[in-house]
């Protein structure tokens, strides 16, 4: 089923529009929240309620991507989650991804406004949408979607250093971007 149509499904309220969307997006929905929470129990229950949003957002929203819709949604609920139940802990896997990007991104965690923050955003998205392909994959696994090195190692058949180093680079041309935008002094 075409995501358009699952749309119209939950502009109807039909309960089938949350049976589609598991179908075609369950699987993506659940991988999102595992890989920020590393907890399967934690992850179901995200998952789940990531649908519920998507359940209460439609109507008034009708998202063109429901798939990108769904996983953000559940990726911000993981994130809140992870934030919950790592108040004095560290959860080393996600951690690192994140603690990769903090040099790079200006001020992650002390964005102000949501202006700031939606221009900041714009320009990732730009950055992003400039970049190769793969290069464009890789670092939305890494940093989006929270994929260990290992995990896209295995997958993309490269050795996770090349991939680390890859990484870099990528983070010091989006710092670059960064300054050269004025977003970074």
């Known amino acids: 089923m075409q995501d358009e149509e699952i749309v119209a499904l939950f502009l109807e ?3 089938q529009a949350i049976e589609e969307l598991n179908r075609k997006y369950g699987g993506q929905i659940r991988r999102v929240a595992d890989h920020v929470l590393r907890d399967p129990e934690d992850a179901e229950e995200c998952a789940s309620d990531a649908c519920l949003q998507v359940w209460n957002s439609i109507p008034p929203r009708q998202p063109s991507h429901l798939g990108a819709y769904a996983c953000k949604i559940a990726r911000n609920l993981a994130i809140n989650r992870y934030r919950s139940n790592s108040a004095q802990k560290r959860n080393t896997l996600y951690d690192v ?18 202006a700031e923050a939606r221009e900041l955003a714009d320009y990732v998205n730009r950055f992003l949408r400039g970049l190769e392909r793969e290069d464009r994959v890789l670092f939305l696994r890494r940093y989006w979607f929270g994929d260990s090195l290992s995990e896209i190692a295995a997958s993309t058949g490269r050795k996770p250093h090349a991939l680390s180093v890859r990484l870099f680079r990528l983070r010091q041309k989006l710092q670059d971007y960064l300054k050269k935008e004025g977003m970074m002094a």
């Open 13 to 15: 309220r039909s309960e």
């Open 97 to 114: 991804a994140l603690d990769e990007l903090e040099e790079t991104v200006p001020a992650l965690s002390t964005v102000e406004t949501e």
